[in-house]
């Protein structure tokens, strides 16, 4: 431990002697200094033990004293020792008095000891306390790299919860918690899910306190019961953010009661070390995954669900053989700036994370400048895509997105191995809505069961229309008839003359006359299906304006 005050009085070659502020000895000491002027306080840092002969000191003087000892302790002076025997005898009273009414322990140094000997000895004790506190570090080091080995990192936070004497969490890529030591502190770790998305938001590496001295403490939840093995103050949280790339690819949380000391450090650091390694290493290991998962959906796009089967052999689990979703999206931006899929890291983390946690399987594939993904219909990763989708697209109305994570997405329905070329192009048209539309997500399966005519709403369709009515329009603006209403009426209708006729109120040889005029006017028959269905459509785009 570091050397205090009372360690220095019980040392045996010292032969120092207490005369004031017995009661606070075992405040640490962090250096000896010695210093005879007047006013040594501003070359004073705190924690130091001030070692004196009074040379230049009235140590008589009861108001100078308390003037000397008052800014010796505002200074944070943790002791003072006074050696006898040089200009006074011994420790004048006006200086014991001053010492004891502002609690500033007094030590006398007799005249055989030599101040250089107390230097020598804290400096001894401090030393021995580095050596202690780094030889503990490795120590720890070797213990964390151990458990890490034989259980993963759930071994390895238990280790580090037993080191720092308090609690270890780890967060996934979403921000939800995956592993908690001791078990109570799942609870705990999941109450601090704001700050780690907070943190998530800084390039790697990244840090901070919450609660405790220096840190602003989390909203505790109504209700909750503390266990009764759980710390009473363990509110001091530090969050580190994991990965060696700019996105965090995990945050760690380790909780104590104080402060943590250098041994405590240490160990933090080398869990953080070993969980970046772990993540590194299984980085390598999705990477060729993810070259076998392209492999798989070409083979299943190109509709050969056996080869794709057998590529994959147990990869995938159930997926291949269950109906999944097929996932298309692609950043907002059409020309991104840097990796044009750094904006959709985030749904990728949500993805897996959800897949993870749930134990399915999920295929992510970047093609090019989108991402693919294969995920079990009903799933976990299914939904947590949809609720991530939900809330970029609160974030964007609210006009609080930035163009770093806009993305817009498509959504197959339900489909089969067989069927997986059929699903990928709902995917792609969903997709291509999305994005004509201004959102984030849709799914093919709200196009399927809606009515065609929003999708009217298109301006490109509109412009279609505007052409192709124009001289109808045109031809009823200079008063010479109602073609507009009378095509209406007549596709309305389904061609029935009379019915037609009896709609707008006039004979049915007027009628067939204006249909007469239309087909001239616009050069087209509407004895053609074609030219009827276009005509329908461009009336009903026009009439949603």
């Known amino acids: 431990m570091a050397p205090t005050l009372a360690s220095l009085v019980h040392h045996s070659a010292l032969k120092l002697t207490v005369r004031a502020g017995g009661d606070r000895l075992d405040v640490p000491v962090r250096w000896a200094h010695v210093s005879e002027l007047a006013d040594p306080v501003p070359y004073m840092e705190g ?54 009414k502002e609690g500033l322990p007094l030590l006398e140094v007799p005249r055989r000891t030599p101040f250089l000997a107390i230097s020598k000895a804290v400096s001894a004790a401090i030393a021995a306390d580095q050596y202690r506190a780094v030889t503990a570090g490795f120590a720890a080091q070797r213990e964390l790299t ?67 001295p220096g840190g602003s403490a989390p909203a505790q939840g109504a209700g909750d019961a503390k266990p009764v093995d759980a710390p009473e103050n363990a509110d001091r949280v530090e969050l ?27 160990a933090v650091h080398s869990a953080i070390a070993l969980l970046t390694l772990t ?23 190109a509709g050969e669900p056996d080869h794709a089967r057998a590529v994959a052999g147990d990869l995938y689990g159930e997926l291949l053989d269950a109906p999944f979703r097929v996932l298309v999206a692609e950043p907002a931006s059409s020309k991104p700036a840097g990796d044009p899929l750094a904006g ?39 939904a947590a895509c949809t609720r991530y989708a939900a809330a970029r697209e609160g974030k964007r109305t609210g006009g609080g997105d930035g163009d770093e994570d806009a993305m817009v997405v498509g959504l197959s329905a339900p489909a089969g191995p067989i069927a997986a070329a059929a699903a990928y192009k709902q995917a792609e048209q969903a997709l291509s809505v999305a994005r004509r539309r201004g959102r984030v997500l849709v799914e093919h399966e709200q196009l ?79 004895d053609d299906p074609d030219a009827r269905m276009e005509l329908w459509l461009a009336l009903k785009a026009t009439s949603t304006e």
């Open 448 to 526: 399927a069961a809606g009515s065609v005519l929003p999708l009217l709403a298109d301006d490109a369709v509109k412009a279609f229309a505007d052409g192709l009515l124009r001289a109808l329009r045109e031809h009823d603006a200079n008063g010479r008839g109602d073609l507009v209403a009378s095509l209406r009426a007549w596709l309305s209708r389904h061609g029935q003359w009379d019915a037609a006729a009896a709609d707008l109120g006039v004979h049915r040889h007027t009628l067939r006359y204006r249909m007469r005029r239309v087909e001239e006017i616009l050069g087209r028959s509407l």
């Open 240 to 266: 580190h953010s994991l990965g060696a790339g700019r996105r965090p690819r995990a945050t760690l949380a380790v909780g104590t009661a104080a402060a943590l000391g250098t041994a405590e450090r240490y």
């Open 344 to 382: 959709l890291a985030g749904l990728v983390d949500v993805a897996e994370s959800a897949a993870a946690r749930s134990g399915e399987a999920v295929l992510v594939v970047p093609e090019g400048g989108r991402l693919v993904a294969l995920a079990a219909d009903g799933g976990a990763a299914v």
């Open 47 to 100: 924690g130091e033990l001030l070692l004196i002969t009074a040379l230049k000191l009235d140590a008589e003087d009861p108001q100078a004293m308390r003037r000397y000892v008052r800014r010796l302790a505002g200074a944070g002076v943790v002791g003072l020792g006074f050696a006898v025997g040089v200009a006074y005898d011994e420790i004048p009273k006006a200086l014991v008095e001053a010492a004891e």
């Open 279 to 301: 993540m590194e290493r299984s980085r390598s290991l999705q990477a060729a995954e993810q070259r076998l998962g392209a492999a798989v959906l070409r083979m299943l796009l």
């Open 146 to 212: 151990k458990q890490a080995l034989a259980a993963g990192p759930e071994g390895l936070l238990s280790a580090l919860a037993s080191q720092v004497d308090g609690w270890a969490a780890l967060y996934d890529a979403s921000g939800s918690v995956v592993a908690a030591a001791p078990e109570w502190a799942g609870r705990r770790a999941a109450r601090l899910t704001a700050e780690v998305e907070r943190l998530r938001e800084r390039p790697t590496p990244a840090s901070a306190v919450v609660g405790g």
